[in-house]
C-alpha cells in the first residue's frame, strides 16, 4: 500500500508532505519530513502506529520542538505531534490530570492562579508536558518527577498506566518501555497561597531572562551538567563563549546554549557540539553528554 494513501484513509486529507522540520524546532533548523501529522485523540494514535509498524515507516514523536536538533536532510518518516485531546487538562483538589501535549508554560500559568503549588520550577521552561516527562526537564527548584504520580503511556500496542514506584526517574531522563509514548500525566501538587505562587514565578522568570538567551533562537541547555559541576560553566573556563560554525554561536550570556544567528545549518550546530565537547575534554578530561536529541540522517559534518 501507499504509504500516503495508507494515512489518508486512517486521518483524512491531513497529512502533510514533505512539511519543513524547521518550522517546528526552536531552533528554526531542519528539512523535510516525508510524512507530517497532528494526532487528536487515542483511536488516531493507535491506528498510525499500527500501520506505521506494518509498513516499516520510521517514526518520531514530536513535542513543541525544544531539546532538539532535526538534521539538515530531514526525517524520513512520519513525524507526529499530539493535539486535540492531547492538549487537555482538568483539576481535582490538588490533583491535576493532562494530557501529553499541554504545554509547561500554560499549565504553570493555570496551575498558579487556582492556587496550586509545585510547579514553579517549571516557569519558563518551553515544550510540552509529555516531553518535559521523557527527559525529566527542571531546574535546581525541582524537576517534573518530584510532582508526577502517574503516567499513561502508549505501548507495544496498548495503553498501559505506570505509576509513581514503577517509574524512575534520574536527572534529565525517565525510564520507559522502549518506544513508549507519553499519553497522559497525572502530577500531585499543594495548596498553596495565589500570590506567593504568581510571585515565585515571577522572580524565576526574571532569573531565566537575566540568565539565559530566552529571545534568540535555541533549543535548551546543550550538554547534561555532569556530576558536581555545571557544563556552562566548564565551557566558559574553557573560552568558548560566542565560538562559532556558520551561523551556530555559543551564546556570550550562557555558554551551554547554542543559538541560530540567523541561518545555521544542523551540520554548524553539530560542528560546534563537537568542538566544545573536544576542548572541555582536552582542558578538564571531563566528556560532555548531550542533552539535545539529534534527529535524521547525514547529519555529521
Given at each position: 500500500?501507499?504509504?500516503?494513501?495508507?494515512?489518508q484513509k486512517l486521518v483524512g486529507n491531513r497529512v502533510r508532505v514533505d512539511e519543513p522540520l524547521s518550522k517546528h524546532a526552536s531552533l528554526r533548523i531542519g528539512g523535510p519530513a516525508s510524512y507530517f501529522?497532528?494526532?487528536?485523540?487515542?483511536?488516531?494514535?493507535?491506528?498510525?502506529?499500527?500501520?506505521?509498524?506494518?509498513?516499516?515507516l520510521d517514526s518520531f514523536v514530536l513535542g513543541e520542538g525544544t531539546n532538539v536538533l532535526f538534521s539538515d536532510e530531514g526525517f524520513g518518516g512520519l513525524?507526529?505531534?499530539?493535539?486535540?485531546?492531547?492538549?487537555?487538562?482538568?483539576?481535582?483538589?490538588?490533583q491535576v490530570t493532562a494530557g501529553a501535549g499541554v504545554k509547561l508554560a500554560t499549565?504553570?500559568?493555570?496551575?498558579?492562579?487556582?492556587?496550586?503549588?509545585?510547579?514553579?520550577?517549571?516557569?519558563?521552561?518551553?515544550?510540552?508536558?509529555?516531553?518535559?516527562?521523557?527527559?525529566?526537564?527542571?531546574?535546581?527548584?525541582?524537576s517534573i518527577g518530584d510532582v508526577t504520580r502517574e503516567i499513561k503511556i502508549f505501548s507495544d500496542g496498548r495503553v498501559k498506566i505506570l505509576n509513581r514506584k514503577e517509574i524512575n526517574f534520574s536527572y534529565r531522563h525517565c525510564e520507559l518501555p522502549d518506544k513508549a509514548i507519553v499519553l497522559e500525566v497525572k502530577l500531585g501538587l499543594k495548596n498553596g497561597k495565589k500570590?506567593?505562587?504568581?510571585?515565585?514565578?515571577?522572580?524565576?522568570?526574571?532569573?531565566?531572562?537575566?540568565?539565559?538567551?530566552?529571545?534568540?533562537?535555541?533549543?535548551?541547555?546543550?550538554?547534561?551538567?555532569?556530576?558536581?559541576?555545571e557544563?556552562?560553566?566548564?565551557?566558559?573556563?574553557?573560552?568558548?563563549?560566542g565560538a562559532r560554525f556558520g551561523d551556530a554561536e555559543v551564546s556570550k550570556k550562557h555558554a551551554n546554549f547554542i543559538i541560530n544567528c540567523g541561518r545555521a545549518k544542523a551540520k554548524d550546530v553539530y560542528n560546534l557540539v563537537e568542538k566544545i565537547r573536544e576542548t572541555v575534554?582536552?582542558?578538564?578530561?571531563?566528556?560532555?553528554e548531550?542533552?539535545?536529541?539529534?534527529?535524521g540522517k547525514g547529519i555529521k559534518g
Open positions: 500500500m501507499d504509504i500516503l494513501d495508507g494515512l501529522l497532528e494526532l487528536r485523540n487515542i483511536e488516531e494514535l493507535t491506528n498510525v502506529v499500527e500501520f506505521s509498524q506494518k509498513e516499516n513525524v507526529v505531534q499530539l493535539k486535540g485531546e492531547f492538549e487537555k487538562f482538568s483539576i481535582e483538589g490538588n499549565l504553570v500559568e493555570k496551575l498558579a492562579k487556582r492556587g496550586l503549588a509545585g510547579l514553579e520550577f517549571a516557569s519558563g521552561i518551553p515544550g510540552s508536558l509529555g516531553g518535559a516527562i521523557v527527559i525529566n526537564a527542571g531546574t535546581k527548584m525541582g500570590n506567593d505562587i504568581i510571585n515565585k514565578i515571577k522572580e524565576s522568570l526574571k532569573q531565566r531572562k537575566k540568565n539565559q538567551p530566552v529571545s534568540t533562537l535555541n533549543a535548551g541547555c546543550v550538554f547534561r551538567n555532569p556530576e558536581a559541576c557544563a556552562g560553566k566548564l565551557i566558559e573556563t574553557a573560552g568558548l563563549k575534554k582536552e582542558k578538564f578530561d571531563i566528556d560532555l548531550l542533552e539535545l536529541k539529534i534527529v
